[in-house]
């Protein structure tokens, strides 16, 4: 088609670990996708490293059309997932990246994508969402210009990652994620009861069907190292995908089985920190309400993400 693409108009925030670079990865070879921007975000890791990430990432792949990248804002958290995802996030593997200067912050980026291309931008949030919620401060009117908002994060029945009853990406900034939740978007919630199903085991991972392209090269090394941890921390053999199941709602939203809710998030407590209150009762409904994963089917989604790595 003369060299136009034609695709979903999407903008991944990410914290980018492992997981997150299988997404990034996964989104620029998916034909129905148009990546417009890879928004990093501190999270998994440190905010400095979050903008190198992503950085290495795309220079790994170098795909012919690149992403705007941004700049992660300043920002520190009481925890970190390098134990999964290796000290750098990816696998602890030090990879050489050229020194980027004057990149923009993420959360001006975000605004500036999605004026760009009003009501045609969906926007996956796949880290804490602080980013989110400072971009609604430089543009209050922004839920109302973006098409659709994915947000993986909190859990409903499934235990927490980060605490009996929190999810890692709410435990991060609950607040953020509260304001994100009610800012009135168009929103898709996936919590860790539908993350945790997306498990790929470690031939799945280590035997790509493309083995000497860029990426799959690039994925084999830092997955190892998920892999081996996963293992040690859950007692699973493989890795969860989580972050790819972001993808979903956009690329086969007729595969994910949602629920209508009511979302809250626990900002104070002590031993409740980022814990989702979940109201599913009627009547209030109408107030807030966004839309809860429920239920996925796994098997369909699971044969999109290989068909993907075969176009590596």
């Known amino acids: 088609m003369n060299g136009v693409v034609v695709g979903k108009k999407i903008v991944l925030i990410t914290d980018p670990g492992i997981d997150g670079a299988f997404a990034t990865i996964l989104a620029l070879h998916e034909p129905s996708i148009e990546l417009l921007g890879v928004l990093p975000t501190a999270g998994n890791v440190s905010s400095s490293q979050a903008t190198v990430n992503a950085q290495i990432i795309l220079e790994q792949v ?3 059309r690149w992403p705007r990248i941004g700049s992660a804002i300043s920002i520190e958290y009481d925890t ?8 750098n996030g990816l696998g602890g593997i030090d990879f050489p990246t050229a020194k980027l200067h004057r990149l923009t912050p993420s959360d001006k980026l975000l605004v500036d994508l999605v004026k760009q291309h009003k009501h045609e931008v969906s926007v996956v949030i796949m880290g804490p969402c602080t980013l989110f919620a400072k971009a609604i401060e430089r543009e209050p009117e ?4 973006i098409e659709k908002l994915v947000v993986l994060g909190g859990t409903w029945h499934e235990p927490g990652n980060s605490g009996p009853v929190s999810e890692f990406h709410f435990f991060c900034d609950p607040a953020s994620a509260q304001k994100t939740l009610h800012c009135g978007a168009h929103t898709t919630l996936l919590p860790l009861d539908v993350m945790r199903r997306l498990v790929f085991s470690p031939s799945e991972l280590l035997q790509m069907p493309c083995q000497d392209s860029n990426a799959s090269q690039f994925l084999k090394k830092i997955v190892s190292h998920g892999i081996g941890a996963t293992s040690a921390i859950y007692g699973i053999e493989g890795f969860h995908l989580k972050d790819v199941l972001g993808l979903i709602p956009l690329i086969l939203p007729g595969k994910i089985k949602t629920k209508t809710v009511c979302v809250n998030v626990e900002t104070h407590g002590h031993l409740t920190r980022g814990m989702s209150v979940i109201d599913t009762r009627w009547g209030v409904k109408k107030n807030g309400a966004i839309e809860m ?4 089917e796994e098997l369909e989604i699971r044969s999109r993400i290989l068909r993907i790595m075969e176009s590596f």
């Open 293 to 296: 994963a429920v239920d996925i």
């Open 142 to 145: 922004l839920p109302s210009l």
């Open 80 to 87: 970190d997932g390098t134990r999964l995802h290796g000290s």
């Open 62 to 64: 170098d795909p012919p």
